[in-house]
């Protein structure tokens, strides 16, 4: 038996250990976590009471640790500052009008990056023009209120096809993200989608009923929507395939021009692009749930779209300019800063925490916890988090879903390769946070995990 399993199997023997009213008030999680601390990795672990200064454990509080998803927690403190709980994104069709009012001079569709607009809202607004008895636009123009960088430095390059790592542009649309479907035809496979979608995908993946061992199936993409599925399937099933956009401005312009069409109005000249926003009659308008609503989402489910549309736009309203990764950065730092956070060492590339350049330590998402509880503005936010055996990303999560942790744990999690972390609170009896913690691990085996174990004892203690 090798010695982190006899730590492990003797820190849960500890645990049964029931806690009298005198041991609880002394507990002390150091030794606690010392033995149950993975092998060849790098942790840091801190634990305080709401409210309170001291700590029940202090482990590597101001190293450095790439944090993945846990970074979303200062997104939405940052968020709530810049734009307000009740921001929302707006989608705006903004004219030059004639005095024939079936002929519009100029035309300029306005985009904020919207994380919900849908194919059907874009429509609806095509719609509200035809029903003005628009039958004509000379010029039509896109303006997005973000930059083209879709993108932000460090996201792993073969996660950027798939749909959590879609790209972030001022033009979002259904997500930015396609479905299509694949199935074998004998040796050979078929791929089908939407017929009406403006994009192509193709298929050179290969059916093998008894694959060898790099048997891998891999979708390639081109500039303009095409995308390719290489390697080889290995079940008769239909397979669903998600993929994400190459070029989301290209999907938006063909699917305005198609919408268009079917709405019987005529464009003179091809549709362009614009960098400033022009001003004119609102002749429509598309607006976002509000900020609040959306920041469930981002923090139960973890949703990496809104983080970092949310983080761009949080660059642009702070400096009046097209918001990008790099304006949205220095606008969460400073704003972070202003708050009482101490944000010197910290380095934010992205708002969803996919970048492998983020670095922050454990003792600034403490101080973002504690500030959550301290801020009536931001209280609200603690509902906004995964509920352990219940709800989001805490729903399966391994150890969450049986007492003592089932309900007892809010946070939110960050897990990618390599990298698995923590950030919330435990709850006492009348279901209030009791203790902000923080768990941060980067490398070793993460299926070995110490923070349930951790968890476990500080809820026995506030019990």
Avoid at 211 to 240: A, K, Y
Avoid at 321 to 340: D, K, N, P
Avoid at 390 to 414: D, I, N, W, Y
């Amino acid at each position: 038996m090798t010695t982190t399993v006899i730590n492990r199997t003797f820190a849960l023997a500890l645990l049964c250990i029931p806690f009298s009213s005198s041991f609880a008030a002394d507990l002390e999680l150091k030794p606690l976590f010392d033995l149950v601390k993975p092998d060849h990795a790098q942790v840091a672990a801190i634990v305080q009471p709401v409210g309170k200064n001291n700590y029940l454990l202090n482990e590597n509080r101001h190293g450095l640790m790439t944090p993945a998803s846990t970074q979303k927690l200062l997104t939405a403190v940052a968020a709530y500052q810049i734009l307000g709980r009740n921001y929302r994104f707006d989608t705006k069709l903004v004219a030059q009008t004639t005095a024939n009012p079936q002929h519009l001079a100029n035309l300029q569709i306005q985009f904020s990056g919207d994380p919900g607009l849908t194919t059907t809202d874009l429509r609806a607004l095509i719609r509200a023009l035809q029903k003005q008895g628009v039958r004509r636009i000379d010029s039509l123009s896109l303006y997005s209120s973000q930059s083209s960088q879709y993108h932000a430095p460090g996201w792993v390059w073969d996660d950027l096809g798939i749909c959590f790592a879609a790209p972030i542009s001022g033009y979002i649309l259904d997500r930015n993200c396609i479905s299509a479907q694949l199935t074998s035809f004998g040796n050979e496979t078929r791929v089908s989608h939407p017929s009406f979608l403006p994009i192509s995908v193709s298929t050179d993946a290969s059916y093998q009923a008894q694959p060898h061992d790099f048997c891998d199936l891999h979708i390639e993409s081109f500039p303009g929507n095409r995308f390719n599925v290489i390697g080889c399937l290995t079940q008769r099933n239909r397979l669903n395939l998600e993929i994400a956009l190459s070029d989301p401005r290209d999907f938006v312009n063909q699917t305005i021009e198609r919408l268009l069409k079917d709405a019987g109005i005529s464009l003179s000249t091809p549709i362009s692009y614009s960098k400033q926003a022009s001003y004119g009659r609102v002749l429509a308008q598309h607006q976002s749930a509000p900020l609040h609503e959306l920041m469930v989402t981002m923090l139960t489910d973890s949703d990496n779209l809104i983080a970092d549309t949310t983080f761009k736009q949080m660059g642009s309203h702070y400096f009046a300019h097209q918001g990008s990764f790099t304006s949205g950065s220095v606008a969460v730092i400073q704003t972070l800063t202003g708050l009482g956070i101490d944000m010197s060492d910290a380095v934010i590339v992205d708002g969803s925490g996919l970048s492998r350049y983020n670095l922050i330590s454990a003792q600034q998402l403490l101080q973002t916890l504690q500030l959550i509880q301290a801020n009536p503005k931001f209280t609200e936010l603690t509902q906004a988090l995964a509920i352990a055996g219940e709800s989001g990303t805490l729903r399966r999560k391994t150890g969450f879903g049986q007492a003592p942790l089932k309900q007892r744990v809010v946070a939110k999690t960050g897990t990618m390769r390599g990298v698995n972390g923590l950030a919330g609170y435990t709850l006492n009896t009348e279901g209030k946070p009791a203790y902000a913690f923080v768990y941060l691990q980067n490398g070793g085996k993460l299926e070995v995990s110490s923070e349930p174990i951790l968890l476990k004892a500080l809820i026995n203690q506030t019990d």
